[in-house]
């Protein structure tokens, strides 16, 4: 009986022309998935970065548009019941409110933006697939 690893024994009795293209085949494979787990990635970090711009986009689309036009309506109603000039502050504040809700709501879809973490770390390990480990001593 041997004590050589089916690797060994594979080595010992393979062509370094076929352990080369075994090598460059793998290699290639591995590279074509990570490229895939990229794409993957990035596309769902583009996803989730899009949702969170157009929730900002909207909020400050929606605070301009909400300050410009109800603030006139509420401030002239508002200046029949306390006067002009407080009505023009309680107004101002409900809409500072508001915008600040969507905000908040917007800033924290973009936090869970991740980016590529996954192919990062499987990349990080490619480099050690070429140093001597116990099995290629």
Known sequence: MSDQTPSEQRAATASLGELLGEVTRDLSTLMRQEVALAKAELK????????????????GYAAAMAVLFLSIAAWAGLANLIGGGWSGLVVAVVWAI??????????????????????????EEIPQAFKRNKENR
């Open 44 to 59: 769902e970090t583009a996803t989730t970065t899009a949702k969170g711009a157009g929730l900002l986009g909207g909020a």
């Open 98 to 123: 508001i915008a600040a809700v969507l905000y908040s709501v917007g800033r924290k879809q973009m936090k869970q933006v991740k980016g590529a973490p996954q192919t990062v770390e499987t990349l």
